[in-house]
């Protein structure tokens, strides 16, 4: 078998995070409908730290439970359709439309900066721009992309 293809481009050891028109951050918040979602920088983990509903985020894990973080946070806007389909409570399932073209948002390494992506197919990977049009480089390391509705603006602080 060969290496699937990267999801991103990663920046070289030692280069730092600088998109265009970056700027210092100590933090994001943004609503997912029901759901609010925060984040804020740890200088000594150099992670994000993920907060849901005013409360920290953990994950169960066989040594006990683990504090949600990640290297780089990435906020997609994008719209929502109705499936047609309903959850076992009966409220109907939206899905994301992920096809396309939007704006959005980077965290990483303390910064955050206004970003593009777009997808042409279902099956191509997505592309993230920085405001200038320049091809997003990551730090390496766990990323998580938040799909979020268009109507829901992050607030960075």
């Known amino acids: 078998a060969t290496?699937?293809?990267?999801?991103f481009e990663f920046l070289e050891k030692g280069e730092k995070f600088r998109p265009f028109k970056s700027k210092i951050t100590r933090g994001m918040s943004v609503n997912l409908g029901q759901v609010g979602?925060?984040?804020?920088?740890?200088?000594?983990?150099k992670t994000w730290l993920?907060?849901?509903?005013?409360?920290?985020?953990?994950?169960?894990?066989p040594n006990g439970p683990v504090r949600l973080d990640a290297v780089n946070v990435i906020v997609q806007y994008v719209s929502y359709q109705n499936t047609g389909q309903k959850d076992?409570?009966?409220?109907?399932?939206?899905?994301a439309v992920t096809?396309?073209?939007?704006?959005?948002l980077v965290l990483s390494r303390g910064r955050s900066a206004n970003i593009k992506w777009s997808k042409s197919s279902?099956?191509?990977?997505?592309q993230y721009?920085?405001?200038n049009g320049q091809p997003l480089r990551l730090l390496p390391g766990r990323t998580w992309i938040i799909l979020a509705p268009i109507s829901s603006r992050a607030q960075v602080r």
């Open 88 to 95: 076992p409570v009966g409220n109907p399932v939206d899905e």
């Open 3 to 7: 290496a699937p293809q990267p999801f």
């Open 129 to 131: 721009t920085d405001s």
């Open 37 to 45: 979602i925060d984040f804020r920088y740890s200088k000594t983990k």
């Open 99 to 104: 096809v396309g073209s939007g704006d959005g």
């Open 50 to 61: 993920r907060t849901t509903d005013g409360s920290d985020h953990f994950s169960e894990t």
């Open 122 to 126: 279902s099956p191509s990977l997505t």
